[in-house]
């Protein structure tokens, strides 16, 4: 079983900037953590969990149309954990966030094999 851990949600101004993280630990069957495929959810109140970003074990990524040219997610294999940049903030962006993984290596729409708690983004206008 993994266990992800999101950190770096709060409160910020519209145009301003978050970066969010997801700790990885435990394995399954010997897996590591550079080959799973990672992503980010969100889930604003009242509205239905979607994909805001997602990268694959060799590194493709996948992102919310909306979220394009503002948002970076990345991954340090050798810390365990995928990084959600995020720029120009919109108050659109209020959410919580979510990591997920995917032991599809090559995926773009993480199913979800493990979730986090969540970290929460209020962006205020």
């Known amino acids: 079983q993994v266990q992800l851990v999101e950190s770096g949600g709060g409160l910020v101004q519209a145009g301003g900037s978050l970066r969010l993280s997801c700790a990885a630990s435990g394995r399954t069957s010997g897996r590591t953590f550079s080959s799973y495929a990672m992503g980010w959810y969100r889930q604003a109140p009242g509205k239905e969990r979607e994909l805001v970003a997602a990268?694959?074990?060799?590194?493709?990524?996948n992102y919310l149309d909306s979220v394009k040219g503002r948002f970076t997610i990345s991954r340090d294999n050798a810390k365990n954990t995928v990084y959600l940049q995020m720029d120009d903030l919109k108050p659109e962006d209020t959410a919580d966030y979510y990591c997920?993984?995917?032991?599809?290596?090559?995926?773009?729409?993480?199913?979800?094999?493990?979730w986090g708690q969540g970290t929460h983004v209020t962006v205020s206008s």
């Open positions: 997920a993984t995917d032991t599809t290596p090559w995926s773009l729409r993480p199913r979800g094999d493990n």
């Open positions: 990268i694959s074990s060799g590194g493709s990524t």
